[in-house]
């Protein structure tokens, strides 16, 4: 079935003084259990186009439908995750992980287990009581994966999720996405303006412009997965 369906969507900033066309009007649709990247250069409309997905920016007009409900706020069983990991610098990884299950009020010791399996996944396990600071760059990203999983979402968006991070740390996080991938097979879609991350990671690559911002091509990726 469809996971996403994206239909004529067009989004207008205006502050005012200033009107910004951030996204011209597209459409495309995620089957279930499909990955899929949006490729396209900074400044075209990604985050903007995830940011709508999520429930998080208002919609100017089209439509979009989240497992055939509209989409118009954030919804828990759909995952968000950003460029910068943005965990609360206070409390430790595995508070971290544990806090959209606070803010739900959800049974804390049922999702107590399930995040220990997803730190364990990502290759944080022994790191459960560190705060944010005394990580680094590689692990924080990989916190905030295990943070967007908890609550068992149907669907995973991730904003540029390798961005700032180096080469290698980058290769890490992409293994560790793709073991999560497999053992949950979930569907995911993420915005990257890296043709290697799209290309290693995605088994479908739309590609985006700028101006109109807009998706122009829409590429399987024909060896899949290693
Ligand atoms: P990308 O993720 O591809 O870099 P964005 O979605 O961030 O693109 O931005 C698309 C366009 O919308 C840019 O011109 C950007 O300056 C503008 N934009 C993004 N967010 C806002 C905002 N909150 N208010 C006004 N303009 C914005
Ligand atoms: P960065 O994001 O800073 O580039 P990494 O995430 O690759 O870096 O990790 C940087 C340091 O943290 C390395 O010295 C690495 O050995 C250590 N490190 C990363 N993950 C783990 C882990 N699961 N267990 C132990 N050490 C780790």
Not at 13 to 24: I, K, P
Not at 39 to 68: A, F, H, Q, V
Not at 79 to 91: C, E, H, I, R, Y
Not at 139 to 155: G, K, S, T
């Amino acid at each position: 079935g469809t996971a996403i369906s994206v239909d004529g969507v067009r989004k207008i900033y205006d502050t005012g003084r200033e009107r910004t066309e951030a996204v011209s009007g597209v459409s495309f649709d995620v089957k279930r259990g499909e990955f899929v990247a949006i490729l396209g250069p900074s400044g075209c409309g990604k985050s903007t186009l995830l940011m709508m997905c999520g429930g998080l920016e208002s919609i100017t007009s089209g439509r979009i439908d989240i497992e055939g409900v509209a989409m118009t706020q954030p919804r828990p069983s759909i995952g968000v995750m950003f460029q910068d990991a943005s965990l609360l610098p206070w409390k430790t990884v595995l508070e971290n992980i544990l806090f959209p299950i606070k803010i739900l009020k959800r049974p804390m010791a049922e999702y107590t287990e399930r995040a220990r399996s997803l730190i364990d996944m990502v290759g944080l396990h022994g790191f459960e009581d560190k705060k944010p600071h005394q990580l680094s760059g590689g692990m924080r990203q990989r916190v905030a994966i295990c943070r967007a999983l908890v609550y068992d979402p149907d669907i995973l968006l991730m904003d540029e999720p390798f961005s700032a991070l180096d080469a290698i740390t980058r290769d890490e996080m992409g293994e560790a996405l793709l073991d999560i991938w497999e053992q949950y097979t979930k569907t995911a879609l993420f915005v990257t303006h890296s043709i290697r991350e799209a290309v290693l990671l995605a088994d479908r690559v739309l590609v985006m412009t700028r101006r109109p911002a807009t998706i122009v091509e829409d590429i399987r990726i024909p060896f899949g997965r290693p």
